[in-house]
């Protein structure tokens, strides 16, 4: 492994990030290999094109605000490593289970952590796996 080649994957991953707050959902899908969400805490998987931008589209709903800021960052193999600090504001309906709680206004940070996995060789993602407690956004918005 290059120092390049691991210097390249964090820019990837520091623009992937950066480009998931302003929702340009083209050049985020374009930052992997195979897009494909792997999600630590509900258990879901998003894989390719379609369920990914549905997962986009769900998440930014009730959230159309949510950025990060990253707190860390670290390459090792074939992966990247990155804490950072989940943000929002609930302004949209937020569907959980067969329950929709109307917009609160209320404003969330919560910490996170997520790994990016790349091509073998590649600065090219095949997969983001965000760790995260599920009910942690709901509780910051005083809804757990």
Known sequence: M???LA?????????HMALEIIHEW???????????YEMYGS???????EAVRAYFAASRTPFPDQGNEIIAIAHAGDTVLVEFWLTGTHLGPLKVGKQTIEPTGRAF???????FEFKPGSDKIVCE????????VLRAIGLG
């Open 109 to 115: 940070k919560v910490r996170m952590a997520a790994t």
């Open 7 to 15: 210097s390249r994957r964090i820019e990837t991953v520091k623009r």
């Open 2 to 4: 290059t120092s390049e």
């Open 43 to 49: 258990g879901s998987v998003f894989d390719g094109e």
């Open 26 to 36: 083209d050049e985020v899908i374009a930052t992997f290999e195979h897009p494909r």
């Open 129 to 136: 796996r965000p760790y995260f407690d599920q009910g942690m």
